[in-house]
């Protein structure tokens, strides 16, 4: 797992459209980097709904983008079914899922990053309640933006 006061590793991923996406073109805003073990799952749902549900307050302050190792295609329908409004980003080989550390076994860790606009990681959530976690990261926003 990465650090506080860490640089955050640059990707470039695809999403579930087919479009890429890496890091650096999210300088100069705060960015909620969240790795979550599999598409349509109880936690995995709970957790993108929440995020969904206040996705309006959270997007005020930063970009939110969701990681798993899942295909292009099963995010497509992940986000279509349950009308996900942010970015999921495919990492079937697990390289960035491995470089944040949140690689496990059997399923990848439910991990996030608060990264500020210089691109830093101001705050680690190693432990995620799927369904307190949005309210937790809106909280922080406002405290450190």
């Known amino acids: 797992m990465l650090n506080e006061g860490q640089q955050a590793p640059d990707f470039s991923l695809l999403d579930q459209d087919g479009h890429k996406h890496s890091l650096g073109e999210y300088k100069g805003k705060w ?16 957790e993108a709904c929440a995020l969904r549900d206040n ?3 959270l997007t005020k302050l930063s970009v939110v983008i969701g990681v798993s190792a899942d295909s292009v295609e099963s995010h497509k329908k992940f986000v279509d079914k349950y009308h996900l409004p942010f970015t999921l980003l495919a ?3 697990k390289k960035v899922i491995k470089e ?17 606009p210089q691109g830093k990681i101001v705050k680690v959530y190693p432990k995620v309640d ?3 976690h949005a309210a937790e990261i809106s909280k922080d926003l406002q405290a450190l933006a």
Do not use: H, M, W
Request: proline share 12%; aromatic share 16%; glycine share 8%.
């Open 55 to 57: 996705y309006a307050d």
């Open 130 to 132: 799927p369904q307190q």
């Open 100 to 116: 944040y550390g949140a690689n496990g076994i059997p399923f990848n860790k439910r991990i996030s990053y608060l990264i500020d």
């Open 31 to 46: 960015v909620l980097l969240y790795f979550y073990p599999k598409d349509d799952t109880p936690g995995c749902t709970a």
């Open 91 to 93: 990492d079937p080989e």
